[in-house]
């Protein structure tokens, strides 16, 4: 059974920074892609950022770009989003997902929630 777990989420102030986790289980880590996710209230949920299992290439939202950086631990089966000047707007619940060879993102994890005041 594949799992993937959040973790990491919290109350911040603007201009805070911090690292999710997420830990996976049940599938071989190294082989698939990862993703960050994230989903404010009463909006769409919107891709923030992508590593490819070979940790090589990384894709960023534009609204994180030079804020927020992903990176993956495949000993640890764990995938990390440092997440830097944090902005009001970055409020939201986040999730990981992990990628196959269908290139759908068909596994995730429960979300965890980022809030960040003024």
């Known amino acids: 059974q594949v799992q993937l777990v959040e973790s990491g989420g919290g109350l911040v102030q603007a201009g805070g920074s911090l690292r999710l986790s997420c830990a996976v289980s049940?599938?071989?880590?190294?082989?698939?892609?990862m993703g960050w996710f994230r989903q404010a209230p009463g909006k769409e949920r919107e891709f923030v950022a992508a590593?490819?299992?070979?940790?090589?290439?990384?894709t960023y939202a534009d609204s994180v770009k030079g804020r927020f950086t992903i990176s993956r631990d495949n000993a640890k089966n764990t995938v990390y989003l440092q997440m830097n000047s944090l902005k009001p707007e970055d409020t939201a619940v986040y999730y990981c997902?992990?990628?196959?060879?269908?290139?759908?993102?068909?596994?995730w994890g429960q979300g965890t929630q980022v809030t960040v005041s003024s």
């Open positions: 997902a992990s990628r196959g060879a269908t290139q759908q993102y068909d596994y």
């Open positions: 049940g599938r071989t880590f190294s082989s698939y892609d």
């Open positions: 590593m490819w299992r070979s940790g090589s290439i990384t």
